[in-house]
C-alpha cells in the first residue's frame, strides 16, 4: 500500500522524508510534496542528525531503535527510512502525523 511518504512493502514499512538540521527541536513540520518534513535538534555533522532521527522515529513509533535504518539519503536531506515491522503503513502515519489524514 502507498499514501504518499509512507508505504507498506514485503519488508515492512518505509518512510520519504526531507529532513532539517540544527533545529531547536526534533518534530515533524507536515507533509512536503510526496515526503513527510521533519526537523531534526542535531547538526549534520558525523551522522549525529541521522542518529538523532533514528532515535526520536524510533520513540514515536514505539519500537526498537533496530528495526530502524536508513536505505538511502545517508548524507542527504532526502531520507528513504526503511522499519522492519507488520504494522499498518495507516498506524505510522497516524503516530508520525496525528493530524486528518
Given at each position: ?15 520519504r ?25 542535531a ?8 542518529e ?50
Amino acid at each position: 500500500m502507498n499514501l504518499g511518504w509512507c508505504c507498506g512493502d514485503v519488508k515492512g514499512i518505509s518512510l520519504r522524508l526531507t529532513i532539517s538540521p540544527g533545529a531547536k527541536r526534533t518534530e515533524v513540520v507536515g507533509v512536503y510534496g510526496q515526503t513527510l518534513k521533519v526537523r531534526v535538534h542535531a547538526p549534520p555533522v558525523d551522522g549525529k542528525a541521522n542518529e538523532i532521527l533514528l532515535r526520536w522515529l524510533a520513540d514515536q513509533l514505539d519500537l526498537p531503535r533496530q528495526v530502524l535504518s536508513i536505505a538511502s539519503g545517508e548524507t542527504s536531506r532526502c531520507k528513504k527510512i526503511q522499519i522492519k515491522t507488520t504494522a499498518s503503513p495507516e498506524w505510522v502515519m497516524r503516530r508520525l502525523l496525528p493530524l486528518p489524514i
